[in-house]
């Protein structure tokens, strides 16, 4: 049913945690398609050990990177490689609440004509401590109209908070060098 694109980079301190969050959601991805941005740390062996050692039903992909894109092209090669309806975005840090996944799809069933969902975000520290919600963090109220010009004069929306409809986000590519997902 869905998918999970995550671009890393340099993501040796948190990837483990991170997958474990995603294989831990109470509805699994079908694919967790992995494409490292040309790491100088142990990012790739640390991912690559995960999944020689996982035993479960989530499927693992990992994209061929020979060069360094940058995290805008990163995250395009990975959309490309989407195979599910739906696709959820996520870098190597972001540690998801277990019911993620099931409560935005569940969001996507009754709006069907939605092409892109997203949530707040919990903010934590390096050690997962909360320190807040992202949208009072930028006092934004979701009651508040959302257009594309206020999304481009003040971002409420992070790709870790994101699920899109695979054809959707498809029709998006090439992405805009200069604009980040």
Known sequence: MYDVIMATYNGEKY????LDSIINQTINPCTIIIRDDCSTDNTVSIIKDYIKNYTGNVN????NSTQNL??????E???????????FFCDQDDV????KAETLLKRTKAKPGVN???SDAKLVDDKLQDIGLLWANIKFEPTQEIT??????QSIVTGATMVC?????????????DLPH
């Not at 940058?70 to 995250?75: A, E, R, T």
């Not at 998801?96 to 019911?99: A, P």
């Open 116 to 118: 892109l969902l997203f």
């Open 15 to 18: 990837v483990v945690e991170q």
């Open 70 to 75: 940058g995290y805008i092209k990163n995250f």
């Open 77 to 87: 090669a990975l959309a490309k490689a989407a195979h599910s309806e739906f696709v």
């Open 96 to 99: 998801w609440m277990t019911n």
């Open 148 to 153: 594309l010009p206020r999304l481009f004069k």
């Open 165 to 177: 409809k695979k054809d959707f986000l498809q029709s998006l590519i090439p992405f805009p060098e």
């Open 60 to 63: 693992f992909e990992i994209l």
